[in-house]
């Protein structure tokens, strides 16, 4: 199936078959998001980025309270 098909075949539902494609689009999307994320941080890939929040945060850059 082509984004084409699936792009008229999602015109063609229903509000509620829309709402329902909708939510189970939403989860499906989040668990690729979860399952990438997972991997990035396996492999290493925030390792730096981490790194410099935990250098700001010894540097007294943070009092770990939220503002507002």
């Known amino acids: ?3 084409t098909e699936l792009e ?3 015109t063609q539902l229903s509000e509620q078959e829309l709402a329902r494609f909708h ?3 939403d989860e499906y999307y989040a668990q690729l998001w979860d ?3 997972e991997e990035d ?3 290493g890939r ?3 980025l ?3 929040v ?3 945060y010894s540097a007294g850059f943070s009092t770990g309270q939220n503002s507002g």
């Open 41 to 43: 941080a396996k492999s």
């Open 54 to 56: 935990n250098e700001e």
């Open 8 to 10: 008229q075949a999602v």
């Open 50 to 52: 981490i790194a410099e």
């Open 46 to 48: 925030f390792d730096k």
């Open 35 to 37: 399952k990438q994320i």
């Open 1 to 3: 199936m082509t984004i």
């Open 23 to 25: 939510a189970w689009f």
